[in-house]
């Protein structure tokens, strides 16, 4: 199975931003369509936003504005750019390659804390 990677996750105050990374370092998958998802305590996971193979965006409601998915192609890498964050963000914030969602295209997630 590919094993996707992520790193950026911390523990910042409301209205910091961070960035997120996935990527699939050692193999010869190539993300195109992808996803970002996340998980908050005790609730069910949910879709952040993703990106097509073509370069549309899509955005969750609560994200939309202050959110920015995108992915490198000469990197191999999908981003998130999380700004003006907020204690409801607070989440594991997992990555898919590809959208809709493949059972063994998952991250291991990386956790997020927005807390004063």
């Known amino acids: 199975q590919v094993q996707l990677v992520e790193s950026g996750g911390g523990l910042v105050q409301p209205g910091a931003s961070l960035r997120l990374s996935c990527a699939a370092p050692?193999?010869?998958?190539?993300?195109?369509?992808a996803g970002w998802y996340r998980q908050a305590p005790g609730k069910q996971r949910e879709l952040v936003a993703f990106?097509?193979?073509?370069?549309?965006?899509n955005y969750a409601d609560a994200v939309k504005g202050r959110f920015i998915i995108s992915r490198s192609s000469r990197r191999n890498t999908l981003y998130l750019q999380m700004n003006s964050l907020k204690s409801e963000d607070t989440a594991v914030y997992y990555c898919?390659?590809?959208?809709?969602?493949?059972?063994?295209?998952w991250g291991q997630g990386t956790q997020v804390t927005v807390s004063s």
């Open positions: 898919n390659g590809d959208f809709p969602p493949r059972e063994d295209l």
């Open positions: 990106i097509t193979s073509g370069g549309t965006t």
């Open positions: 050692g193999t010869n998958f190539v993300m195109n369509a």
